[in-house]
Nanobody
Framework: VQLQASGGGSVQDGGSLTLSCTAS????????MGWYRQAPGKQREQVAV???????IYAESVKGRFTISSDAAKNTVTLEMSNLKVDDTGVYSC??????????WGQGTQVTVSS
């Protein structure tokens, strides 16, 4: 399964962006989808994931600012980001976790927040 992410870009501190990720094919049953990010010189970190039951889990640093949603039937996941901060800068990658089989990763989309 290939994941296509879109929606990255450059904004100023306090701005908003929405990231979207779509799978190339529909997988009948998944455990969840989500977003990770990697800032320059830092390890990749989990930003937000949403389980098949709709439970959303957020990194502490983005709680209250980011909202994740998904369409399980279409295997799409969206990340709405508001009140963006310079520390949110990084390459954002989406992930799909099937119930069986390996995880799938998107190619990454750059988010740059300037002060």
């Amino acid at each position: 399964v290939q994941l296509q992410a879109s929606g990255g870009g450059s904004v100023q501190d306090g701005g908003s962006l929405t990231l979207s990720c779509t799978a190339s094919e529909i997988i009948g049953s998944i455990n969840g989808m989500g977003w990770y990010r990697q800032a320059p010189g830092k390890q990749r970190e989990q930003v937000a994931v949403i389980t098949r039951s709709g439970r959303a889990i957020y990194a502490e640093s983005v709680k209250g600012r980011f909202t994740i949603s998904s369409d399980a039937a279409k295997n799409t996941v969206t990340l709405e980001m508001s009140n963006l901060k310079v520390d949110d800068t990084g390459v954002y990658s989406c992930i799909l976790v099937p119930r069986v089989g390996p995880h799938s990763w998107g190619q990454g989309t750059q988010v740059t927040v300037s002060s």
